[in-house]
């Protein structure tokens, strides 16, 4: 059975500083992957996705992520943090396909310092 | 236009009592699912349906019964509400086409057992 691990469940970043956010996956097939972001009282949002193809790709608001699958990983980054990222992230890895749904981390909390 | 609607917002009741979330989406998509966030904001898949069928089913207890009435509407009907359903109960969808579509979320339903 496919799990995804995110080891932070707090993180604390300047605003301005840089971001990494981490992910490992455990799934047999090649994996669908996807970062979704929850603001507070707030839905999940997708940020970027992973099927196939260029290992790092680019999401909205600045986000990116690169797969790395020597190392089972899919870790976020941003260069330059806003105060405004602050909120809850979840990696997610597709569970095949034909309605399956998706499995969650249980997600990383970034604060943002000023 | 809000593509996947949940009502309630916010569900307030008593033990015992039986109560229905509904959802709709007006994406066109051919998948709906149920997922809880428990209160360390796990997220789980409980129930999807494509097209009207019942795809997933995760043990979840069988006081939780979906009923999908056409493709762009997946209810969730609880019966005998227990304390432990206290949660945030999202919707979501997708279309299922090609495996690995990212899901769209609804903003949530918050219930609350007293």
């Known amino acids: 059975a496919q799990s995804v691990t995110q080891p932070d469940i707090h993180i604390t970043v300047s605003e301005g500083a840089s971001l990494e956010l981490r992910c490992n996956y455990s799934y047999g097939a090649t994996p669908y992957l996807f970062w979704y972001v929850q603001s507070p009282g707030q839905g999940l949002q997708l940020l970027l996705k992973y099927f196939s193809g260029d290992t790092l790709v680019q999401g909205i608001k600045g986000f990116e992520a690169e797969f790395k699958r020597s190392q089972s990983s899919f870790n976020l980054r941003k260069p330059s943090v806003h105060w405004s990222d602050a909120a809850e992230y979840f990696c997610a890895v597709g569970r095949g396909g034909g309605a399956d749904g998706l499995t969650f981390g249980k997600g990383t909390h970034l604060i943002i310092q000023p | ?114």
């Not at chain 2, 206290?86 to 279309?95: E, H, L």
Request: overall charge neutral; hydrophobic content about 30%.
């Open chain 2, 1 to 114: 236009d809000t593509a996947v609607s949940q009502t309630p917002k916010y569900l307030v009741t008593q033990m015992g009592n039986d109560k229905s979330i509904k959802c709709e989406q007006n994406l066109g998509h051919d998948t709906m699912y149920w997922y809880k966030q428990d209160s360390k904001k796990f997220l789980k898949i409980m129930f999807s349906y494509n097209n009207k069928e019942l795809i997933i089913n995760e043990t979840v207890p069988n006081r939780f019964s979906p009923k999908s009435p056409d493709k762009a509407h997946l209810n969730l009907h609880i019966n005998s509400l227990e304390l432990g359903d206290s949660a945030v109960y999202f919707c979501a969808s997708s279309q299922e086409v090609t495996p690995g579509q990212p899901q769209h979320f609804g903003d949530g339903t918050r219930l609350s057992i007293l």
